[in-house]
């Protein structure tokens, strides 16, 4: 699904980082503190990623990058190679 958030009542910047069901990156954003404009991932995904404005890159992190979930996280739904 497209989910979508926004920061009003969140008083520091965030990068958030948009995942699908393998913990790849499909979608990084940029959100400022108080903004109430919705920011819908324009890609499916399942997770989002909340990280201190500017790790994204810091980290090097981009768009197709993996980010290792926990498979505790990961058995909670059922990914496309078990079906």
């Not at 201190?52 to 979930?69: F, H, I, M, Q, Y």
């Amino acid at each position: 699904d497209r989910y979508g958030f926004w920061m009003k009542n969140t008083k520091i910047p965030l990068d958030l980082v948009f995942l699908d069901a393998s913990g790849k990156v499909v979608e990084i954003d940029s959100l400022k503190p108080g903004d109430e404009t919705n920011v819908i991932c324009q890609h499916d995904s399942l997770y989002a990623l909340e990280l201190n404005a500017g790790t994204a890159k810091s980290l090097g992190l981009k768009t197709g990058d993996a980010v290792a979930l926990p498979e505790k996280v990961l058995k909670r739904i059922p990914r496309s190679d078990e079906k």
